[in-house]
């Protein structure tokens, strides 16, 4: 039976998997085929398809046809979820740097 999960879940899940990362890294700005993915990372064609499927359903990655190729983009905007998470840290990280300065100055 599978686990149902929030949205904000699946995105998490997809990108704890450092192959995930990377082919997020690999796609931004960019289409690329599915074949051309595979060439790209050490595993086979069938794992990187399940990677994409992950990607996917956490709709961080699109796929649009062109004839029989199915070339895959970065979704920017699934990305907000992690932003948004990431804002609560970025705070606590600028205060924790003023304390640090404050604490050298003197």
Same mark, same amino acid.
């Given at each position: 039976m599978a686990v149902s999960m *929030? =949205?904000?879940e699946a995105v998490f899940? #997809? %990108? #704890?998997d450092p192959t995930r990362r990377a082919i997020l890294a690999r796609l931004r700005g960019? !289409? %690329?085929a599915v074949g051309? /993915? #595979?060439q790209a990372f =050490?595993?086979?064609r069938p794992a990187i398809s399940k990677h994409l499927r992950i990607l996917r !359903? #956490? !709709?961080l990655v699109v796929v649009r046809r062109e004839g029989r190729r199915r070339l895959y983009e970065l979704n920017p905007v699934a990305l %907000? *979820? /992690?932003d948004e998470w990431l804002a609560e840290y970025r705070l606590e990280l600028r205060s924790a740097l003023r304390r640090l300065k404050a604490h050298v100055e003197t």
């Open positions: *929030t =949205p904000g899940r #997809a %990108v #704890a960019q !289409r %690329v051309e /993915l #595979a =050490p595993c086979s !359903r #956490a !709709r %907000v *979820t /992690l």
